[in-house]
């Protein structure tokens, strides 16, 4: 079995958000993923759909009431 890591499947999700020709819609047969359509993704982690963490959160400031307000 062939084994993809992340960076392979974040260029299969990048692929699978463009718009394919009608005759071509269902895809072609992969190695690595079989005959699935092309644009077909679910179960995925929240990570390799959103991309990696960044460093530097963005800031935030706690209200009086104890809210957290982020800008």
């Known amino acids: ?6 960076q392979n ?7 699978s958000r463009t718009m ?7 895809g072609s047969l992969d190695p690595a ?5 092309d644009w077909l993704r679910f179960g995925l982690n929240r990570g390799l759909v ?4 960044r460093a530097q959160q963005p800031p935030r400031k706690l209200a009086d009431n104890g809210n957290t307000l982020m800008f």
């Open 9 to 15: 499947i974040r260029g299969y999700l990048l692929r």
């Open 1 to 6: 079995e062939k084994m993809l890591n992340t």
């Open 50 to 53: 959103a991309g990696p963490i």
């Open 20 to 26: 394919q020709p009608f005759d071509t819609a269902f």
């Open 33 to 37: 993923k079989g005959q699935i359509p």
